[in-house]
């Protein structure tokens, strides 16, 4: 777990509270009764003994280029305890200066207090769930917030000076009709944020939707329609002034999110929290998921790991094809080797990659088919 100089470095704190369980979510979170005990202060207290630990593990760590709050629901912490979170981390590392700092927030845990608090204590990106604005899909996904109100607290952010905003949408849920997701998308434009999000609905083993589809209550998603909605979303933003910098995401220009570029581009975390993964030097690791499991190994003195595994060269390669390939900027032909180089141009003549100054590209239609070329590329 030693921090490769020259790879950009991060920090992801993962919270895992959440009111309600979304039928489609299979993220390491916990309802008030899941929680045995556990609780924000408790995880707070928790969290700042993990950062002080992976500080003094790191020794001299790289600053922090970017910090992402995630979940789980991090706005149910309150301002405050998020603001002590930051905290925190300025404690324990250095914040590069410029740093983007991300939270996520459901819409129905905020308010206009709540940013004006986020702002001062020095978050600098808000991503919303808003997921559509369509009541019965809402209602199909189990989200509890109304159909306005992600588009309200996106207004809210930016009027308290968030310059970057993130609304995400899912498309595909079953009695979703393209009408509805063009409504969503139009409705997300107009709130004015710089970054939409788009992921074709997923039915995850062990969720409540998984059991809904192996029941016959609803029909499970179809790839078909996924295609077809993926193109109506691109267009859409497109139109707008947005570009896609990743297969599913999409920014107005300087709108990218620079955490989740750094994932996709190979850089390194620390990942701070139950369930949290983190990757540094050549070692990938994973917290315990329970937070009762975690404060406990934190309380004994050792970070909190449930396992870990060292990457080798090859698959290091793998992976950083697989992650390459989904962005705009595409791979570096110089980073294949003769057979990979081969199979891409086989890619493009196919018309699912580009290729020019050197590098390839995915196509419109490559994008629908970005895992089965990744696939053939590395066959």
């Known amino acids: 777990m030693t921090a490769r100089p020259g790879r950009a470095f991060g920090i992801y704190i993962h919270v895992p509270f959440c009111a309600v369980r979304c039928g489609y979510c299979d993220f390491n979170t916990y309802t008030p009764a899941e929680l045995g005990g556990a609780n924000p202060d408790g995880w707070l207290a928790a969290v700042r003994t993990e950062l ?11 600053p922090v280029q970017t910090v992402f709050v995630g979940g789980g629901t991090p706005s149910l912490l309150g301002a405050d305890r998020l603001g002590e979170l930051l905290t925190a981390i300025r404690d ?8 983007e700092i ?33 009541p019965h899909v809402l209602a199909a996904l189990d989200r509890v917030h109304s159909p306005g109100r992600a588009l309200q607290a996106a207004r809210e952010a930016r009027a308290e000076g968030f310059d970057h905003v993130n609304l995400d949408l899912i498309y595909g849920t079953p009695g979703e009709s393209d009408d509805d997701l063009l409504r969503s998308a139009d409705a997300a434009i107009d709130a004015d944020v710089d970054h939409i999000s788009g992921y074709a609905l997923i039915v995850e083993d062990g969720t409540a939707l998984a059991r809904r589809v192996r029941r016959g209550d609803i029909p499970a998603p179809d790839d078909d329609v996924h295609a077809r909605r ?56 994973w917290n315990v998921k329970h937070p009762n499991a975690y404060a406990a190994a934190l309380e004994s003195g050792a970070l909190p790991v449930a396992d870990f595994e060292d990457i080798d060269a090859d698959t290091a390669h793998v992976e950083d094809v697989m992650l390459a390939v989904r962005l705009r900027t595409g791979l570096a032909a110089s980073e294949l080797t003769d057979q990979e180089r081969q199979r891409a141009r086989a890619a493009v003549a196919d018309g699912l990659l580009h290729e020019a100054a050197g590098r390839f590209v995915l196509t419109d239609r490559g994008r629908l088919l970005a895992d089965a070329v990744v696939r053939d590329l590395l066959s």
């Open 230 to 285: 993926y193109e109506l979303l691109d267009r859409r933003l497109t139109a707008a002034g947005f570009d896609w910098y990743e297969v599913s995401n999409w920014s107005r220009p300087g709108g990218e999110c620079r955490h989740n570029i750094g994932y996709w581009n190979g850089g390194q975390w620390w990942g701070v929290g139950p369930g949290a993964h983190g990757f540094a030097g050549s070692t990938r690791w």
């Open 52 to 62: 002080r630990l992976a500080a003094a593990h790191l020794g001299a760590a790289p």
């Open 92 to 99: 324990n590392f250095t914040l590069a200066s410029g740093a």
């Open 102 to 134: 991300t939270t996520e927030s459901n819409p129905e845990s905020t308010s206009a207090p709540f940013f004006t608090a986020l702002r001062t204590a020095g978050y600098t990106r808000i991503s919303l769930g808003m997921q559509s604005t369509a």
